[in-house]
């Protein structure tokens, strides 16, 4: 069985008039270890099917299973520790806490355990190494180029060992050098973590290294193969 399964999602939002129907019926499936990139239009709803798959948000109808399990009959508190244990998230945005260090930074979904365990410090040195900021490690994210802010968010994002990485748009605020290499290192630490890693990208370049793409269109999802 796949270790991701998006079944039929669909996500309308109450407006004052009809709802508006954002996602249309949208099905994935995604086995261990595999990657896949996800194209569309701004507006057509892939920040919202990203956040659905991170359990941010709720599918209207449809489901999502994860390892097996439907994260949305839990609990809050139960399905707080599910994200957070089993999904990385990696936004368009850093989103790194200004006043931290970036080793802090990607402590952070270790704080939401209540104590940070000496291997995940360890893990988390590892880590930064291994994106190219093992010399940073002390550093305000002020300090760091834009680049380099991505490279820290993906440590930050593999940290807990994730089963699913999500990625909304992470080269949209670089330059084409920078966004050729955050994408490189996305998907070599995805490689070598063997998680699933999900992209939205505007990039055909960054779309066409991945082993299967979607397209959003309209709020419905299809397989496409983007020519070379
Ligand atoms: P994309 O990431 O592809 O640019 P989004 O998923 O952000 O698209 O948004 C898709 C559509 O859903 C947009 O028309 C947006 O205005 C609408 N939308 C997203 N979130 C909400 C919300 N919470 N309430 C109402 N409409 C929303
Ligand atoms: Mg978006």
Redesign the pocket.
């Known amino acids: 069985m796949p270790e991701l399964i998006v079944d039929n999602v669909t996500?309308q939002?109450?407006?004052r008039g009809d709802a508006?129907t954002?996602?249309r019926d949208c099905s994935l499936a995604l086995e261990a270890g595999q990657n896949t990139a996800i194209i569309?239009?701004?507006?057509?709803?892939?920040?919202?099917?990203?956040?659905i798959i991170g359990t941010l948000?709720r599918p209207t109808h449809g489901t999502v299973q994860l390892a097996g399990e439907n994260p949305f009959l839990l609990d809050e508190p139960r399905l707080a520790a599910f994200r957070n244990e089993r999904i990385g998230f990696v936004f368009q945005d850093h989103h790194l806490l200004p006043q931290c260090s970036v080793l802090e930074n990607v402590l952070v979904p270790a704080l939401a355990t209540g104590s940070v365990a000496p291997d995940l410090i360890a893990r988390a040195r590892d880590l930064l190494n291994r994106v190219g900021l093992g010399g940073r490690l002390d550093h305000r994210p002020a300090e760091l180029s834009g680049g380099e802010r991505q490279r820290a968010a993906v440590a930050r994002a593999l940290l807990r060992r994730p089963r699913l990485v999500l990625a909304?748009?992470p080269t949209g605020n670089l330059d084409r050098t920078n966004a050729a290499l955050v994408g490189d290192l996305l998907l070599e630490m995805q490689k070598q973590e063997g998680t699933m890693l999900i992209v939205?990208t505007h990039s055909l370049d960054l779309a066409r290294r991945f082993s299967q793409q979607y397209e959003?269109d309209d709020?419905r999802l299809k397989q496409v193969e983007l020519a070379v």
């Open positions: 996500r939002f109450p407006t508006l954002v996602l569309g239009p701004s507006g057509s709803g892939k920040s919202t099917l990203l956040y948000d909304d748009e939205v959003l709020g």
